[in-house]
């Protein structure tokens, strides 16, 4: 039976249709996403966390005067460092000098006296053997002789107070550190025992407190025994100021908070730390010898948890990991097989099933997923 020419025509287009349609799908259908792939790697870690700590000087010292009199001078620069024994302040000297000068004189009278009422009783003891004098006026003599003798040490005793007194005008640093405002200039009258000079803070090294849940007490433990660094960071926690050590666990756990409070004395040998300041102490609470570890760019987050992306049959498989703690730029996991390798970095429009090539090859990444291979 012959066609007509409009069948054939119509069948001619059709077929003319299809195979434009297959070849624009081919055209367009979308390359493999180029990957790279990591290695999980194996390697000991400590999982550090934060705690908020105040930094407190290891001494401090209040300079307050031990005699009353005018300041006659400050010999320091406000806020410098101050070596133990050096001179700060000075009061005026001259009525402690006056009081010096009296009880040495006085000494030195009491001394002749004591001295003329022992050779008095020299000369009466053999006077009285022999009953020339009576025992009354040789026992008189004797008490004179010994009430003579206890003035001078009295004298002598309040000569040394004299002496106490002038070195009090001189008053020094008790301690080094470093030093804050005079809070008296020179020409005000200081009290004894009252006023205050000012004020120094040993700050190297220094001490940071703070506390720690009480279930972390055996981790604290461990970390005192052991000696293991602590970072102590900025307020923020992004910032390493300095390096110190757990040096101090209470003995007790706080009623009230379950807290324990601890100290961390570090060198601060650079003065990055300052008293009051607000820091962040990074204490470690767990160590793994073997921890399993992938960068933290690796994971993602879905709807069910972390995960990480592998490579089957040369297309991109979601894996689910558990996330133990992160460390910087490293993630420590659990839940996936050693010597498996992940997509990393991740590429945009990356999701499971979609055809995946390994970078610089060209060709579909067929490694299936836990295949070993070197990191990029």
Not at 328 to 339: N, R, S, Y
């Amino acid at each position: 039976m012959t066609r007509s020419p409009v069948v054939l025509l119509l069948t001619l287009a059709t077929l003319s249709l299809m195979l434009s349609g297959c070849q624009t799908k081919a055209k367009h259908e979308a390359p493999p996403l180029q990957v790279s792939l990591v290695s999980v790697s194996t390697r000991p870690m400590t999982h550090y966390e934060g705690f908020l700590g105040t930094v407190t000087p290891l001494q401090t010292a209040t300079i307050v005067p031990q005699t009353s009199g005018i300041l006659q001078s400050v010999r320091f620069t406000e806020g410098s460092m101050v070596d133990k024994g050096q001179t700060l302040f000075t009061i005026d000297p001259a009525q402690m000098q006056a009081a010096l000068a009296q009880a040495q004189a006085k000494l030195v009278a009491d001394q002749a006296t004591a001295r003329y009422n022992r050779n008095i009783v020299e000369q009466d003891r053999p006077l009285a053997e022999k009953d020339f004098i009576t025992a009354q006026s040789f026992d008189q003599a004797v008490s004179q002789a010994q009430a003579a003798t206890a003035q001078v040490q009295a004298d002598q005793a309040a000569l040394e107070q004299a002496r106490l007194n002038l070195s009090y005008t001189r008053i020094t640093a008790p301690i080094s550190g470093r030093i804050g405002l005079a809070q008296v200039k020179a020409g005000n009258l200081v009290i004894a025992n009252q006023t205050q000079l000012a004020i120094i803070n040993q700050i190297a090294p220094i001490t940071v407190n703070f506390s720690v849940p009480q279930s972390l007490l055996s981790a604290a433990r461990l970390a005192q025994q052991q000696a293991i660094p602590l970072p102590i960071e900025d307020e923020k926690g992004g910032t390493v100021l300095a390096q110190g050590k757990l040096t101090f666990i209470d003995n007790s756990v706080s009623a009230g908070t379950a807290t324990i409070s601890m100290q961390a004395t570090v060198p601060n040998a650079n003065l990055g730390l300052w008293p009051g300041q607000y820091v962040q102490v990074q204490m470690p609470i767990q160590q793994l010898a073997q921890a399993t570890v992938l960068p933290v760019g690796a994971i993602q987050q879905g709807s069910t948890g972390p995960f990480i992306y592998t490579v089957k049959d040369g297309t991109a498989v979601d894996k689910p990991v558990q996330v133990l703690w992160e460390s910087g730029t490293d993630a420590v996991v659990q839940g996936i097989e050693a010597g498996i390798r992940a997509i990393y970095p991740l590429p945009a429009r990356l999701y499971p099933g979609v055809r995946v090539a390994l970078s610089g090859t060209g060709g579909p990444a067929i490694q299936p997923a836990g295949a070993p291979g070197k990191r990029p």
